[in-house]
């Protein structure tokens, strides 16, 4: 949000009634306690996400690679 577009805002709230500056705080309340309890809930785990996914190992895997024969 620009600063212009702020200002605005901020003009436009300071001329609110009692009644209208009741109703913004009152929604304001509702939209940052249902971010609160969005954000309390516990993510998923994500073990065992993959165990039921078909999986291929080259039969070579554990053969040792000719890059490192020298370090062996």
Known sequence: MSDAVFNSLMTEVDNFSFDQCVL???????VFSKKQSE?????KSM???????PFY???DFDEPLEEF???M
Do not use: H, T
């Not at 954000?39 to 993510?43: C, E, F, I």
């Not at 073990?47 to 996914?53: A, D, H, I, R, S």
């Open 24 to 30: 913004l705080l009152s929604r304001l309340s509702l």
């Open 39 to 43: 954000a309390n809930v516990p993510k």
């Open 47 to 53: 073990y065992g996400v993959w165990k039921n996914e």
């Open 57 to 59: 190992m080259f039969s």
């Open 69 to 71: 024969a020298e370090y």
